[in-house]
């Protein structure tokens, strides 16, 4: 574009500009950032580099070592950002404003006046601009006229539904998995977490590549800004890794895998989440660094991640792609990357943010104890949202899983009830991690770990109550856009990932 043509480009109203980049530049303005910016003056945005796609890993072989692969993986991602963003970074420093640059994804976040906007939207190597608000908390919390829990009698009734403990009596808990946790945060002390936490070695604490957070600016937070050991600042996090890998070793044995070693970061502020903090974690860990935050090391990554969380148009998920390439090159780099489906059921299509959406994410809905679907369950299927392939329309979402008052661990301390596919997803993130425990060779395929999973979904005495039919699939067609392939049954995945001829591709 000339030099006029830029001028001209600066005087255009921020209205305008989305649709004159749009078609001048290739460069897409979010209309929501360019109004805050009206409004406010300045705001936080996302500089989405055109440049989206997961890097080719040739030579490399297909069935190369997973861990080789994962570290060719970050090696391109990094070497993409440096080459791609050093211009940017440059322009930013000599304007000085502050930055956080990001390769997992190819983006950088950075507080943008309506100047900024103008003369970013310029640029040849920006794809889009997108907002990264903050928005108010919408995760489950329980309920204070709950009736406070009993002592487990033995094994919360989830774990039992899915049959995790026959897993455990054939000699498999989930030893030698590493389970991620995106989350509040986690009490990594709490009785039930404390003794499976890697950064724990039965003597001291090193939460060094074992965890950290993603919250810098927060305002009032009960565990302050960039805090150096796992804090959980609302307690949703702590009671999702309780279920993926929780027990006292008393009478609180909550976990679906309990020898199972978790880490965690934080990607909300009290419940409140931004694009940028839900990358800033996936790129931890896929890479989980030290406590300096420095020395990135691929090989110290988990093998699942649980996500008990959804990127919605409110924080700034607007279009649906914008976390889409750091869930792509977790999958890539052989992570199963496990979602929740969300909490706006009973109608149809109610599947609708991020990363729940994406053919590259293991989408959870809620069941109770009866195995009748909940009714806050979000159902498919999926209309209008990226997916892995612009023609492929995968059933979502992919399985079921107890979700309906659920105990697990609740800071300080202590144990509580809650309903959410939040609570669905870690039951079967340690039941992945129960199937590559029992079959190491599946660690680095999360495809295979999760057709394991979908094949051995129980269906018989699955029940919808609404009895509705979604996406031309009633609840008694299998897989359908309610329920997905069923119920999650531990011990049936160990049976068949155990067997002979089980492909890992």
């Known amino acids: 574009m000339s030099k006029s043509n830029i001028e001209v480009l600066r005087t255009l109203p921020l209205a305008a500009l989305a649709i004159a980049c749009g078609s001048a530049l290739g460069a897409q303005v979010n209309p929501d950032l360019a109004a ?65 640059a990001y390769w997992i994804a190819n983006v950088v976040e950075a507080e943008i006046d309506a100047r900024d906007l103008k003369l970013l939207a310029s640029r040849r190597d920006v794809g889009r601009i997108e907002p990264n608000p903050r928005i108010a908390e919408r995760l489950p919390r329980p309920q204070s006229d709950a009736p406070a829990p009993d002592d487990v009698e033995t094994v919360t009734w989830g774990v039992t539904k899915i049959n995790a403990p026959q897993v455990w009596a054939a000699g498999f808990n989930g030893q030698g998995v590493v389970i991620g946790g995106e989350d509040t945060g986690y009490q990594w002390d709490h009785p039930a977490l404390k003794p499976h936490y890697r950064g724990w070695n039965e003597t001291t604490a090193d939460h060094g590549y074992n965890w950290h957070d993603a919250i810098h600016d927060s305002v009032g937070n009960p565990c302050g800004n960039d805090a150096p050991a796992p804090c959980d600042d609302y307690g949703h996090g702590t009671h999702t890794a309780g279920t993926f890998a929780g027990d006292d070793g008393a009478t609180h044995q909550i976990g ?6 978790w880490i965690g970061c934080r990607n909300m502020d009290e419940g409140n989440g931004t694009p940028a903090r839900y990358i800033e974690c996936m790129q931890w860990m896929l890479a989980p660094t030290d406590s300096n935050d ?7 990554a988990p093998d699942v991640i649980s996500n008990s969380w959804t990127c919605t148009t409110g924080e700034g998920c607007t279009v649906g792609n914008e976390i889409f390439g750091a ?18 059921g009973p109608s149809c299509s109610t599947i609708t943010a991020p990363p729940a959406i994406y053919n590259a994410s293991f989408t959870i809905a809620a069941t109770d104890s009866s195995d009748a679907l909940a009714g806050f369950s979000s159902r498919g299927p999926v209309l ?27 800071p ?18 340690g039941a992945a991690a129960l199937i590559m425990s029992a079959n190491p060779a599946l660690k680095g395929h999360p495809a295979a770990v999760a057709a394991i999973l979908r094949q051995t979904a129980v269906t018989v005495g699955i029940t919808d109550p609404v009895n509705q039919t979604c996406g031309g699939t009633t609840r008694t067609t299998w897989p359908n856009n309610m329920m997905g392939h069923g119920r999650i049954d531990a011990f049936a995945a160990y049976q068949a990932a155990i067997s002979d001829g089980v492909e890992t591709e």
């Open 36 to 100: 805050t910016l009206r409004a406010q003056g300045r705001a936080q945005a996302l500089i989405v580099f055109a440049d989206q796609t997961t890097p080719m890993l040739s030579p490399l072989a297909a069935d190369a070592d997973y861990k080789a692969r994962r570290r060719a993986l970050v090696d391109a991602l990094r070497a993409r950002a440096e080459a791609q963003q050093s211009s940017l970074k440059a322009w930013l420093d000599a304007r000085g404003i502050a930055y956080r």
């Open 256 to 261: 679906v895998a309990p020898g199972a070693k």
């Open 294 to 300: 420095e020395n990135p090391n691929p090989d110290l």
């Open 327 to 344: 869930v792509l090159n977790l999958n890539a780099a052989g992570i199963l990357f496990v979602a929740a489906a969300a909490n706006d």
């Open 384 to 410: 209008g949202r990226p997916r892995v392939s612009p023609t492929a329309t995968p059933i979502k979402p992919d399985v079921s899983a107890p979700g309906v008052a659920v105990l697990s661990a609740w």
């Open 412 to 429: 300080p301390n202590s144990y509580t009830n809650l309903d959410g596919t939040s609570m669905a997803t870690p039951h079967v993130a």
